[in-house]
């Protein structure tokens, strides 16, 4: 089963405007000659009209942090599907653990989003992962199971075809602290699994499960490498064109 390798860099809450579109420009002529990756970013929603400008013509494609699961109306703070759609984006993160820390996202608005994500047309980012407390106590394979059997609930097959799983140790995440390459291909087998049980064989192994905390250029070809983690969702080595693309020239080089 071959599954083209997806890297991903999420900006979080840095890059103005002029500093996006300057990253972008330094990326583009970098990664040109990459054809065997697909290369996202993720701005924040101001950047990210200028950033779609930038990356036009490239093969960079562009991705908000979150979507709303509404339409449109009363619902302060949140940006729809329709303004997304007229941006240009293509990808959409949900539900990664800094929203779900700090924001009070759950498994259930997480597959809310998805659904209207999915509906619209988006590519989703799903984002998943266990707590260090979890980690120690040893739960991380029903923490997962439980995070994508909320995050998938009323998903198709074939909307899966629109869906990445990203896997992302809370405790890895700007910590400096990777997951081993064993311990990360070991969950993402797990999370494989679960998949199948929900939605069978097929989809499992055909569904990308990237890796999330703390890659970097000195270790995306082991994490890459392993059979099942497909590609990154990186953090602060996306934040500087040169190190993302050479971490993503390094995974799949
Ligand atoms: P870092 O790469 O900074 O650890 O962040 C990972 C992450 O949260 C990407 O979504």
């Known amino acids: 089963m071959s599954r083209k390798v997806i890297i991903a860099g999420n900006w ?7 500093e996006g579109v300057a990253l972008v420009n330094e990326l583009k002529p970098l990664v040109a000659n990459v054809d065997n990756a697909e290369i996202v970013v993720c701005p924040t929603f101001t950047t990210l009209s200028a950033v779609v400008e930038a990356a036009k013509g490239s093969n960079i494609q562009v991705g908000a942090q979150n979507i709303s699961w509404a339409e449109s109306g009363a619902f302060t703070g949140e940006i729809s599907a329709d303004m997304l ?20 996202e759950t498994d259930k608005t997480v597959n809310q989003r998805t659904k209207t994500a999915l509906a619209a047309g988006f590519k989703v980012m799903l984002c ?16 997962v199971k439980t995070q994508l059997t909320g995050g998938l609930e009323g998903i198709s097959a074939s909307d899966m ?15 400096g ?15 494989r699994s679960v ?17 999330g905390g703390s890659m970097k250029g000195a270790n995306s070809k082991e994490l890459v490498g ?5 590609g990154g969702l ?20």
């Open 177 to 191: 602290k990777t997951a081993t390459p064993e311990m990360a291909e070991d969950t993402h087998k797990a999370c």
């Open 195 to 211: 998949v199948a049980d929900i939605l069978g064989q097929e989809v499992a192994d055909a569904v990308r499960i990237q890796y």
């Open 234 to 253: 990186i953090g602060g080595a996306s934040l500087s064109a040169k190190d993302f693309s050479e971490l993503i020239i390094n995974a799949v080089g």
């Open 161 to 175: 075809e629109n869906i990445v799983i990203a896997y992302e140790p809370v405790w890895a995440i700007g910590t």
């Open 12 to 18: 979080k809450m840095n890059k103005t405007v002029a």
């Open 128 to 143: 998943i992962g266990e707590s260090l407390e979890e980690r120690e106590n040893g739960t991380t394979n029903d923490v």
């Open 226 to 230: 392993q059979e099942n983690i497909d």
């Open 85 to 104: 759609k007229e941006v240009g984006v293509e990808w959409v993160i949900i539900g990664h653990s800094e929203r779900r820390q700090y924001f009070g």
